[in-house]
């Protein structure tokens, strides 16, 4: 399916100049999203919540990027890339874990809407992160469901060293991205639409302090 225009033209805001425009009019899903994040970053963002938005798209909406995100209340997808309504769909569990519904909702986002890009954003500070370091050390789990939070970000944490526990959080973070980035392309569907050259799957990280994603593994 096609994708909706890169060009559109700016409706709000002010100040702008035409290097700016420039690099906000971005040629590809990824770096679309990258230059919304700048938006953000810089305190510009383009969009707020005007219920105009959603009422224009009434009829169907054609999302271009998948982001898989973590629950964190300081993490909201649709703010940290700066997108509007009807642009980008999310699937946000705790430390962006996926069971089958989460898998299943990813596979139905690449059916059903083409998308040709996904995103798995981790995050700094991610609790659930620190949590499964916390329980690998102490030996004691959450209990209940949240152990398998627990279990499927422990193969990310680094239990070999002495390192200070917050550095093999930050470890695990990005370690934990690229894990949640193969599981999801193992799904046949995506590799399919990979293979095809349909679809990107990548890693990101948030930094909560400078509001800025970078791009893991390039
Ligand atoms: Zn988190």
Known sequence: MGLPPFDEPLTTGAGRDAGERSSLEASTPLARLLAGNQRFAAGRPRYGHDVNAPRARTA?????????????????????FDQDFGDIVVVRTGGHVLDDAGLGSVEFCVSAFGVPLVVVLGHQYCGAVTATV?????????GGLT???VDEI??????SGD???????????DRHVARTVAKVSELRLVAER???GALEVVGARYQVETGQVRVLGR
Not at 154 to 159: I, N
């Open 147 to 149: 152990d398998r939070l």
């Open 154 to 159: 422990a193969p990310a944490v680094d239990r």
């Open 60 to 80: 169907e909406h054609r999302p271009w990027a998948l982001v898989i995100g973590c629950l964190d209340s300081r993490v909201p997808p649709e703010a940290v």
């Open 163 to 173: 390192a200070d526990p917050a550095e093999r959080v930050e470890e695990a973070i």
């Open 134 to 142: 916390r329980a690998l050390d102490s030996g004691v789990r959450p």
């Open 194 to 196: 990979v293979a095809a």
